[in-house]
């Protein structure tokens, strides 16, 4: 994917992505109330909070999958909430990568026809996707599982696989959703240190959802969303 197209003036100030006073209400109940955040290109930020706090839904308008009732969402200086449904289906494809808690692997396909699926998906040939596809499993510990199916991996090798398909395609922003709730702690600290390695690698912006104090501790900053409204923020202790 190309790099995201630059910022001028105060956008770049602001952040390259960012969410102001957005509100989103599910029939009558406020899912997220008025919330404002923003992450810096590169940086790693942790969205915290209890279950059903709305976390979630912040990284989905984020990732302009859920349309705000209210308010502003901002990516590289474009407003992305008052995009049509296939520009920000573009936009998912081209600029965004994802993690999601359990995977979500395609259970029909190997384990590096799961990891070349998005260039697939935007056109790049089977070839080149497979070749660039493979370049990841020595990469993330996984050499020798290419062939494999969902069902003849760990819970670990299956979310490093999750974790390399969100990042094959060198996304501007990589939205990870509880990336390591399914896991062991040892098996979730392994995951976290590769993301957080090739996130740097690549200077890819990392929105991790988790309401773990550990996975958070990987973050640069961090934000606390409490019934639907950002309630603090702080950066990570170094």
């Not at 090798?157 to 990589?174: D, H, K, T």
Request: aromatic share 4%; with cysteine.
């Amino acid at each position: 994917m190309n790099p995201a197209p630059s910022t001028a003036g105060g956008d770049q100030a602001r952040g390259l992505l960012e969410a102001r006073e957005v509100s989103v209400l599910f029939g009558q109940t406020p899912a997220l109330r008025a919330a404002t955040m923003s992450v810096a290109s590169g940086e790693i930020l942790a969205v915290m909070g209890p279950s059903g706090s709305g976390k979630s839904t912040l990284l989905h308008c984020l990732a302009g999958i859920l349309t705000p009732n209210s308010g502003e969402v901002h990516f590289a200086g474009r407003r992305i909430d008052t995009m049509s449904e296939g520009e920000r289906s573009a936009l998912r494809r081209d600029q965004f990568g994802f993690v999601f808690q359990f995977g979500q692997l395609v259970p029909e396909l190997s384990a590096e026809e799961n990891v070349a699926l998005p260039l697939l998906l935007a056109g790049v040939r089977r070839a080149e996707a497979l070749e660039r596809a493979r370049s990841w499993f020595d990469r993330l510990d996984l050499d020798g599982l290419q062939g494999r199916r969902c069902g003849e991996l760990s819970g670990g090798q299956a979310q490093r696989i999750a974790l390399a398909r969100g990042l094959v395609g060198r996304p501007s922003v990589l939205f990870a959703d509880e990336p390591t709730g399914s896991l062991d702690s040892l098996a979730g600290e392994q995951v976290m240190e590769l993301l957080v390695a090739s996130a740097r690698d690549h200077q890819t912006t990392v929105v991790l959802v988790t309401h773990d104090p550990r996975v958070a501790a990987y973050a640069d900053h961090e934000i606390i969303v409490r019934d639907g409204a950002v309630a603090f923020t702080a950066r990570t202790p170094a």
